[in-house]
């Protein structure tokens, strides 16, 4: 009989939901959403009661956020059933039965069965019991014994314990979430800057004394009237941020999804701007109100702290006429220092910098600094002290990271300079950038600060060598500050950039020989790495080209450190150590090039054999033994390929000239960085095919790939791969490539062929590449030398895909000479250096680009 009645009340349910829902549709009003969810269930569940009522003597309470007030509208309905004595086995079925019903609703409890002995105990050992029980709300029952436990627990609550376990527990929290606000997917509810730092505050300040809401904290003090302001703009905008995603999903669910960003940016109605998405919008107002939580949590807890841990008389010390230290804390000694001079905003991050004993700033400096940031204008902004102390933070020898994320996040920076306040915030849908521009850009400046700390020496022994004897360092923060300052604009960036950066530098006097390389830098910035990861550069013109960009050893030094900083700053998945050895070996070989080094191509070819020749005879061959074998090699194979490589070559390969069975040899790459992979086999029309299949198979990722066919028909293929990211274990893979490919590679030419046909499945890409596409893009053009073609591809990233391109090379009868193969994060640029006869007949060129594009099409994948 009671069937029928929970199937009506579940009706009645969704058709209340459905109803206050449409309502926030019309008004838009989260607060009166969240309301009145919770009042539809409140009713609900107490007819329900009627037909499974409680225990006798017990109560039922909304703890949590249904405690509070709020319900989401695919959030958990936290209750809890208060007993006075343990349940007895009628009492527990009783329970049960509720429960159930409950979830016979479509309602997803999460309960608790407890007397007040059991929820003190619970709380004094959890935290988060102790706050949900502060939130309790009577819904049903006997309201008595909720009273009783209300005054248990409120003696119980000691302030300050309570305070620092909710310190403690938002560290553990951010730590999570990597410390940052600007994740690429943020939950809205628990990442630094969101709901959940919001309300910490609140239960302190509750526990404290102060209040339970924005409004009664205000009236104690503790908030200014803009502070009020700013936290209920912000309370109210991450609440309906969260029922947006709820209602988008149709779950629950609190992270900002790269799926969900751009069905967001329509509910809120935003629209795309020249070169930048509407999501790209709706995220950086994310990034921007997520920063004002940010700083008014660290404000607000400073300042309970403070109240609740008064600091004795003798812990005050002077610093200077401005400035003191209160219990660790950079404090000022009046008020309103920062109202009366300015130029102490930039003068308080310096005496930071100067003085390692201190620990922070106070909160009083923290809200003086914040509500001051208006006094930064452009008067502030011309004041030669301000400009003059702007370039001492960059000069010192500590704390300037610290310094400019505080400056960002104080918004500071972003009103001394204009340009950056356009960067903050903006989200990269670039399938590389893991960060924000402007955390991206703070980021390169704290790889350059490691690059001259000792206790990092050992990350990048180059780079540290380099920066120890570079002069003027700092200028390298300032190309740091400006490389990417125009994104988002539309055009070249680097062009754009390098304009700002020398109004910057007129503005600030920097002048002659430090502008030009500030300007260099920005300029240029991109260039380095395109020349490392997509040329040859085993080509002396490559090498011979790039010195004449870079003009002096300085500006060389300066690109290379900028360039490793903006690597490891895009990404964690972007840098890889092979990519560090390509930019060692650029920078290297183009030092020697400004040395006046000889670079033409018979001088390489002389040396590459002279030094390979040497390293031969101490291995205890005879050049009779090794010029068997060179015979059979053109010039192109000793240009392409170090000293090192052609000596590995000759000692494997001298003796088996010949060889009737595929010689295939691996062996680790500098300092466990890379596998390189040699295959010498009579060359045939799928070999490029079934090389790619093998290495696709194993999760290898290829770098570099140098083909090359002897005087008598043989195949000389060199790869550098990666094991996958779970795997370091270079040496020992080493083994197994030799044993896995060579028996690969004797399979029936038949049986190969029938399986590269039916082997291939096309996997899908990563989600973001699926969720915000790039255009696969397809150059083709003749080589430098006339002699090739070179094939230049952009695409989103996927398993197997340079296999899927070698399938097409073979069906077009396409032979390959070289790849360069560039992977950042979800998205390729490889460039191939290809030879074959139907690429000199337009008709066969045009199909063969079509199979290349329709391979890269992320859609078909």
Known sequence: MRAPTVTLLRT???????EVIRSFREHLRPELLLTALRRVVDQTLRELLKLYPLPDGSALAAVGGYGRGELYPYSDVDVLVLLREPPTDGENALIEALIAAMWDLGIEPGHSVRTIEDCQREAANDITVETALMEARWLAG??????????????????????????????????????????LEPNCKEAPGGLRDLQVVLWVAQAAGLGSTWLEISRSD???????????RADVAFKRLRIELHLLSGRREDRVLFDLQPGLAAVYGFEGIRARRPSEILMQRYYWAARVVSQLNIILMQSIEELLFPPPNDQLHIIDDDFCMIRGRLGTRREDSFDRNPALLFRAFLVMQERPELLGMSAQVLRAMWHARWRIDAQFRHNPV?????LQILQQPRGIVHALRRMTMLNILPRYLPVFRRIVGQMQHDLFHAYTVDQHTLMVVRNLRRFTMPEHAQEYPLASQLIAGFDHHWLLYVAALFHDIAKGRGGDHSELGAMEVRRFCEDHGIDGEDRELAEFLVRQHLTMSTVAQKRDLSDPDVVRDFAQCVKNERQLTALYLLTVADIRGTSPKVWNSWKGKLLENL????????????????????QRKDHAANEIRLMGLRDESRDAFWTQLDIAYFLRHEASEIAWHTRQLYYRVNSPEPVVKARVVGHNEALQVMVYVRDRDDLFVKICQYFDHRALSIQDARIHTTHHGWALDSFIVLLPAHDKDYRSNASLVEHELHAHLTLAREHSSHQAG????????????????????VELQPDEHSTSWRLSVTAADRPGLLYSLAQVFAANAINLKMAKILTLGDRIEDIFIIEGDRLGHPRAQLQFERDILATLDSSGS
């Open 142 to 183: 006997d309201k008595s014994l909720l009273v009783t436990l209300r005054e248990v627990m409120d003696e119980q609550l000691d302030a300050q314990v309570f305070f620092q376990a909710k310190r403690a527990e938002m560290q553990q929290r951010h730590a999570r979430h990597q410390d940052t606000p600007y994740a």
């Open 222 to 232: 503790l908030l200014t009237a803009a502070e009020f302001r700013a936290l209920r």
């Open 758 to 777: 039916n082997s291939l499945t096309r996997r899908p890409g990563s989600r973001r590449s699926r969720i915000f596409p790039i255009v696969p893009n």
């Open 12 to 18: 009645q349910l969704a058709e209340r939901r459905s």
């Open 587 to 606: 920078y290297r070989l183009t030092l020697a090039a400004l040395g006046g080094a000889q670079t033409d191509s018979r001088t390489v070819q002389a």
């Open 386 to 390: 301000n400009r003059r102390q702007f």
